[in-house]
Nanobody
């Protein structure tokens, strides 16, 4: 069993930046960030696989950067040029990906989530 713990988030003005971090208790092939806005389904934001291939949701390309330190079992999401529509609960997940790393089905281990609120 791998435990995943997120940190970071909070409230930020539109156009600002925020940084999310995640630490896993063990190694997994892939890790990713997902988010859920109020009244909406959870969606994949960005993920990174065992070969360091990265996938971003179209809505965050050019604004968000995901990075991973395998030795430290950490995952970071740097979010720039934030928009109100980026508001939501952000979840870090870890698993064994056999397809798109932004698909939930590959992830077995999930954090509790951290809230990001972007005000206009």
């Amino acid at each position: 069993q791998v435990q995943v713990v997120e940190s970071g988030g909070g409230s930020v003005q539109a156009g600002g930046s925020a940084r999310l971090s995640c630490v896993a208790s063990g190694y997994t092939d892939c890790m990713g960030w997902f988010r859920q806005a109020p009244g909406k389904e959870r969606e994949g934001v960005a993920g990174i696989d065992i070969d360091d291939r990265i996938t971003y949701a179209d809505s965050v390309k050019g604004r968000f950067t995901i990075s991973r330190d395998i030795a430290k079992l950490t995952l970071v999401l740097q979010m720039n040029s934030l928009k109100p529509e980026d508001t939501g609960m952000y979840f870090c997940a870890a698993g064994k990906c056999e397809g798109w790393v932004t698909q939930e089905l590959w992830y077995n281990y999930w954090g509790q989530g951290t809230q990001v609120t972007v005000s206009s």
